[in-house]
């Protein structure tokens, strides 16, 4: 079974510049997360959907991020304008049935973002 | 307020030791219970999980861990380390309504 993909790997913008990371979960995977992992820090979450509607958000910098998950697949994760401490590593995650015994989170390789 | 605490930032031992590594949550209730390991470079991956019945839990890699609900603790442990575990090791949970919240993390370094 394919697992989280996630692109870019890698990325390196000036601040107050733009970016968006794209993530395809696992088939059939209805819950789709993001979440910022800062250097030295677990990973934090940023926004979880529920098919293509929006479960928690309440830490979603609004200001600046943005996510959607149009058709309840894939997902994009922007930012605009960047900031310096926005440089961080970004994963996405899906899940079968959260809240359950088979809620476990299975992550992609993450796209690691570097704001100069 | 929803917590995981990982006490220990780093922790080094020797090839062939024996390792545990702790983890404490707050929560009202007792949640799901997991154990993740994030390789340099990597996403993370699942170890073992922890829902009900048995407190003692086993899973990959000769990994177990054992959930103490009078401690909130869900302790990782392993008899024997090899030096490809080195690796930095995140204990999280779930909440019913399936929001996962994950400590800070532990870096295992293994000396030969």
């Known amino acids: 079974e394919a697992g989280v993909a996630q692109s870019p790997r890698y990325k390196i913008i000036e601040k107050r510049q733009s970016v968006a990371f794209w993530c395809n979960p696992i088939?059939?995977?209805?819950?789709l997360y993001w979440y910022q992992q800062i250097l030295g820090q677990g990973p934090k979450l940023l926004i979880q959907f529920q098919n293509n509607g929006v479960v928690d958000d309440s830490q979603l910098p609004k200001d600046r991020f943005s996510a959607e998950r149009l058709k309840g697949v894939d997902s994009t994760l922007k930012i605009q304008p960047a900031k310096l401490e926005d440089s961080a590593v970004y994963l996405c995650?899906?899940?079968?049935?959260?809240?359950?015994?088979?809620?476990?989170?299975?992550f992609g390789e993450g796209s690691r973002l570097t704001v100069l | 307020a929803q917590s995981v605490t990982q006490p220990d930032i780093h922790i080094t031992v020797s090839e062939g030791a024996s390792l545990e590594l702790r983890c404490n949550y707050s929560?009202?209730?007792?949640?799901?219970l997991f154990w993740y390991v994030q390789s340099p470079g990597q996403g993370l991956q699942l170890l073992l999980k922890?829902?009900?019945?048995?407190?003692l839990v086993q899973g990959i890699k000769g990994f177990e861990a054992e959930f103490k609900r009078s401690q909130s603790s869900f302790n990782l442990r392993k008899p024997s380390v090899h030096w490809s575990d080195a690796a930095e090791y995140f204990c999280?949970?779930?909440?019913?309504?399936?929001?996962?919240?994950f400590g800070d993390g532990t870096t295992l370094t293994v000396k030969p």
């Open positions: 929560y009202g209730a007792t949640p799901y």
């Open positions: 995650a899906s899940s079968l049935k959260p809240g359950t015994n088979t809620g476990e989170l299975f």
């Open positions: 999280a949970f779930n909440t019913n309504a399936g929001k996962s919240t």
């Open positions: 922890y829902f009900s019945g048995d407190t």
């Open positions: 088939s059939g995977h209805a819950t």
